[in-house]
């Protein structure tokens, strides 16, 4: 069965008007995809608030603070899974994916990313072409304007796995 085709959309905080833009965006996909999903995470190491973070910065600032003061495991890479069954850490991982060093959204059996920050400075979202629809027909109910280069993006089919990895 041949993969479906993705489309790359890319979620840095500065392509939005507003930092609180891409936190709904995200939030509406994780509603949207929950059934899809597996692990969803993070690393707490050294998170930092976005400069432009208006709404809420005061309770992510603190958000982070509990965080950091939780204990760390010595010795092994850093990943903070969160629950998307529970309300409060959606709404925790959406406003920490942006904060962190690293976040992401894997597939149910971990093979695809859907959704991967890098702090502010580097955010894409992976949707084959079913979620995508989904996703934004969830956008455009709520209300939510799709970036017009969203729009306009073309879904791939991903390489062969043998031809992955840069050859």
């Given at each position: 069965?041949?993969?479906e085709a993705v489309t790359t959309l890319?979620?840095?905080l500065d392509r939005f008007g507003r930092v609180e833009?891409?936190?709904a965006l995200l939030e509406v996909f994780l509603e949207v995809a929950r059934p899809r999903f597996g692990a969803v995470v993070l690393d707490p190491v050294g998170l930092r608030l976005p400069e432009a973070l208006t709404d809420d910065r005061a309770l992510v600032q603190n958000l982070i603070e509990e965080i950091?003061?939780?204990?760390r495991a010595k010795g092994r890479v850093v990943e903070r899974g969160?629950?998307?069954d529970d309300e409060q850490a959606r709404w925790d991982y959406v406003r920490l994916?942006?904060?962190s060093s690293q976040a992401t959204v894997w597939s149910s059996r971990q093979r695809t990313t859907y959704f991967e920050a890098s702090g502010s400075h580097k955010a894409t979202y992976w949707l084959p072409d079913s979620l995508k629809a989904e996703y934004f027909d969830a956008l455009t109910s709520r209300g939510w304007a799709i970036p017009e280069d969203w729009l306009t993006a073309v879904a791939k089919r991903p390489k062969p796995w043998w031809k992955r990895g840069g050859r």
């Open positions: 069965m041949p993969e890319r979620a840095e833009e891409a936190f950091e003061q939780e204990p969160f629950d998307m994916a942006y904060c």
